[in-house]
């Protein structure tokens, strides 16, 4: 957007290191010039820096405005102060809502050109147009299908937001911000089915932890997007509100695939493929998805976005419908980093309903936005293990692809000052990795009973299938996930206990996986490895399980896509210590600043009264 930056949004707020507050933005651009100490640019500064004009280096007072000399004259000019007028939340230009960030979004409100009425109205009118209609002229080509249903308080959570910004400026920077949430997080204003048909009466009476932080920061939980079926696989298959096949007297349960933006009668991966889809095709502005083994890295691959797997512990997992809380995490899925490191703000924190969380305090920063600075990667070692990167002469076209793309990640990587190099490992260090990476799911031995206490302390009274055992009697489901529920039903506790109790095989396994991997970088002073999150519409090898399989953080980003197929993005994993969320959102900033790979969907443009 262009146009005059006049006046402030309002001050934030500011909390303390080891909190969380979404209502700083931190990104270097609007905290480097700060001159009131409170972590953002706002009017108050420029009015001290406006009546400092003609102060030079060699007055008294200097110390107190060099910050914001952005010329490096020495002597604060009229041109400071309009460029540090232009450091804060507002635009009174056009707004484009097509790839707009939610920056765009706050400076719009904040300058009046835009409401979070608007906004939300208009997501609404796009999901209305484009989710169920077939836009893809090619024969082959399917309705995205990424939302299961829409808010019908959005309009009115909009407007309450509106009304707070009236009265006190912008208190969050996710104020009135709409944003569309995996069906399996527990929203008390609409049901969470899991995708499944078996639990469409499933309105549950409070949120999920994550969904109170972002409506305490002011979000607009604009609609509830689709997934794999109980967040099963990476197809992204599900039967909540598709209606049943008759037959003579048989019927039969209907189920749908999600579809990508990019390419329609491609999968937009799994399990969190709504959020995937949705999130590029702009049909909110953030989504989030949960990951057990992949399932927000694998669509923000899919669909050239910003995923995010936090550290287990580092957001709570309380009301969203389990798959293996051993290795179970929510996280935000975005177009940019700058948006995923907002989202993150919002949702981490303790919760006594979540015990794992007590591991994140005082780990926590006062905000993951100020780790974005676009030269986070000079003088950075990254490492990469090479058993994980796809060979440039594979015959499989998707993995020599996904090779070329890799090595000019590489290539990018050390332009912008990072030294990349192999992880190096004895015999026995990569026999030790190997079992690292080959560790599997716990989704079939911890399915059953993390459920189970899913749907006691959760699901409504009026889901009739208040078992797996009950949904399988339901028939209330994809049909081609029969066979799955069947085994995962069959699990004993013993089975359980022996995989995911505190002395299980899968337990002991995780906590070694990360012990000898932090060990490794620290060895060898890496500050973090990378790896391609996977191949053209598809994985690579056991890539996805690194970071599930260590408890180790991961942030995927666009890397591109190769010329032979300009439609299959493909994606950079960066993975770092526990808890490091922070520095790998700045590597991750700085690497997508220096590239810009995101492309937006041709099919899903703008709407007629959307169009610049």
């Known amino acids: 957007m262009t146009g005059a930056v006049l006046i402030a949004a309002g001050t934030p707020a500011t909390s303390a290191e080891g909190t969380t507050d979404a209502g700083s933005y931190l990104a270097p651009r609007f905290t480097a010039a700060d001159l009131t100490g409170d972590d953002a640019v706002t009017q108050e500064d420029v009015d001290l820096l406006a009546g400092r004009v003609g102060t030079t280096s060699a007055d008294d007072g200097w110390a107190a405005v060099s910050a914001a000399d952005h010329d490096g004259d020495d002597t604060i000019t009229v041109t400071d102060v309009a460029r540090l007028a232009q450091a804060m939340i507002y635009d009174d230009g056009k707004f484009e809502l097509v790839e707009a960030s939610v920056l765009d979004m706050q400076a719009a409100m904040n300058a009046g050109v835009l409401t979070s009425v608007d906004l939300t109205r208009q997501y609404l009118d796009r999901i209305e147009a484009y989710d169920n209609a077939k836009v893809d002229p090619a024969a082959n080509g399917r309705p995205l299908k990424s939302i299961i249903s829409t808010n019908p308080e959005a309009l ?56 109170e932080g972002l409506r305490a920061q002011g979000a607009v939980v604009l609609a509830k997007a689709s997934l794999d079926e109980f967040a099963y696989g990476f197809s992204s298959q599900f039967s909540a509100f598709q209606g049943v096949t008759v037959n003579g007297d048989t019927t039969t349960q209907r189920s749908t695939l999600v579809a990508s933006p990019y390419a329609t009668s491609k999968t937009a991966g799994g399990s969190s493929g709504g959020t995937g889809a949705s999130i590029s095709a702009n049909l909110a502005a953030l989504g989030f998805g949960s990951d057990t083994g992949g399932s927000i890295r694998v669509p923000s691959s899919y669909n050239q976005l910003v995923g995010v797997r936090p550290t287990v512990g580092l957001a709570s997992r309380d009301g969203i419908v389990p798959l293996a809380l051993s290795q179970d995490t929510g996280g935000p899925m975005a177009r940019s980093v700058s948006d995923a490191a907002i989202a993150m703000d919002a949702v981490v924190g303790v919760d006594e309903n979540d015990t794992v969380t007590q591991r994140q305090i005082g780990k926590v920063p006062s905000s993951y936005t100020k780790y974005l600075d676009p030269n986070a990667l000079e003088g950075k070692r990254i490492g990469y293990f090479p058993q994980m990167v796809p060979s440039l002469t594979a015959t499989n076209a998707g993995q020599a692809a996904a090779a070329r793309r890799f090595e000019q990640a590489k290539t990018d990587l050390e332009a912008q000052g990072a030294t990349v190099v192999p992880v190096q490992m004895t015999a026995e260090e990569g026999t030790a990795f190997t079992r690292v990476l080959n560790e599997g799911s716990g989704s079939t031995n911890e399915f059953k009973h993390d459920l189970a206490q899913y749907m ?127 520095p790998l959102l700045g590597l991750a900033y700085d690497y997508e600043q220096g590239t810009r790979h995101r492309t937006t969907p041709a099919l899903y443009g703008p709407l007629a009264q959307e169009a610049p």
């Open 456 to 582: 006691a302390s959760h699901l409504s009274p009026e889901v009739e299938a208040n078992t797996l055992q009950g949904i399988i009697d339901s028939g209330k489901f994809a049909p081609a996930y029969r066979s799955t529920y069947v085994q995962r039903n069959g699990i004993t506790e013993e089975t359980y206990q022996a995989w995911a109790g505190p002395n299980g095989s899968h337990t002991t396994q995780l906590a070694l996986g990360h012990t000898q991997v932090t060990a490794l970088l620290d060895a060898q002073d890496i500050d973090a490895v990378v790896y391609p999150s996977g191949t053209q519409y598809g994985t690579f090898s056991t890539n996805m399980r690194l970071s599930p399989n260590t408890g180790m953080p991961a942030v995927t980003v666009p890397m591109g896509a190769d010329a032979a197929d300009p439609s299959a993005g493909m994606n950079l994993e960066f993975l770092g210590r526990q808890f490091d969320e922070g």
């Open 156 to 211: 009115e959570l909009a407007a309450e937001a509106d009304a707070e910004r009236a009265e006190t400026g912008m208190t969050s920077v996710l104020l009135g911000i709409p944003v569309a949430l995996k069906d399996n997080y527990d929203t008390k204003d609409m049901p969470t089915t899991a995708g499944c048909a078996c639990w469409e009466e499933n309105q549950t009476q409070d949120d999920a932890e994550m969904v």
